[in-house]
C-alpha cells in the first residue's frame, strides 16, 4: 500500500492510525475471529467473526458523519482498530475507547502508542474533556496499556459484566482533558 493513498489521522513512530481500507477487511475478519480478543470485548462484536461481519463493520464506520474508528498499521501492516464513541445527552463531553490488536501484534508497544495517538487526537479534534475505558477485571494487558497512557482507575463495578454465563467485575479507567 502507497501512504499517499492513506487518510492518516495520527502517527507516532512506526505506528500509525488512519480510515479503514478495503485491503483490511481479510486481516480483520482473521485478527477479530479469534476468542483470545472477543473475550475482552462486548457481547455486540460478533463470535466467530466473518469477512462479511468486516464488510459490515466497514459500512458502519463509513457512514459516521464524524469519523471515530480507525485502522491501527504497524511498519505498513493493518494490525488492528481503535475508536472513541461519543457520548450523548449529559455525556456528550466523554467518550468511550475501544481498541484490539490482532495476537500476532501483541507485546511490542502498539496498543500504548495508539491509546496515546487517539487519546490526543480527540482531545484536540473532538469537543471532548474526558475518554473513559470499561475494562473487563481479566484483562490485564489492557489495563497496563491505559496505566502507561496516563489513564487513571477510577472505580471497580462490582459484578457488572456477564460474560460467556459468568460474572465479572468491570474497571473504569479515565483520562480528563489537562487545561
Known amino acids: 500500500m502507497k501512504e499517499i493513498n492513506k487518510k492518516i489521522i495520527a502517527r507516532d513512530g512506526d505506528v500509525i ?17 479469534n476468542e483470545k480478543i472477543s473475550i475482552n470485548l462486548r457481547d455486540r462484536f460478533p463470535s466467530p467473526y466473518t469477512i462479511e461481519d468486516a464488510k459490515n463493520f466497514k459500512k458502519m464506520i463509513d457512514s459516521q458523519s464524524q469519523k471515530t474508528f480507525f485502522a491501527i498499521e504497524y511498519k505498513n501492516n493493518y494490525v488492528g482498530n481503535i475508536s472513541l464513541s461519543l457520548g450523548t445527552d449529559v455525556y456528550r463531553k466523554s467518550a468511550e475507547i475501544g481498541y484490539f490488536i490482532g495476537e500476532p501484534f501483541w507485546n511490542k508497544g502498539i496498543a500504548t502508542k495508539a491509546v496515546n495517538l487517539i487519546t490526543e487526537w480527540g482531545f484536540k479534534q473532538l469537543d471532548i474533556v474526558r ?3 470499561c475494562v473487563f477485571e481479566y484483562n490485564h494487558a489492557s489495563q497496563h496499556v491505559l496505566e502507561k497512557c496516563g489513564f487513571v482507575k477510577e472505580a471497580t463495578l462490582k459484578q457488572a459484566i456477564y460474560k460467556n454465563d459468568e460474572m465479572h467485575d468491570e474497571i473504569r479507567y479515565a483520562k480528563i482533558k489537562k487545561k
Open 131 to 133: 475518554i473513559q475505558a
Open 17 to 33: 492510525l488512519r480510515e479503514l481500507e478495503e485491503s483490511d477487511l481479510e486481516l480483520l475478519a482473521k485478527y477479530s475471529n
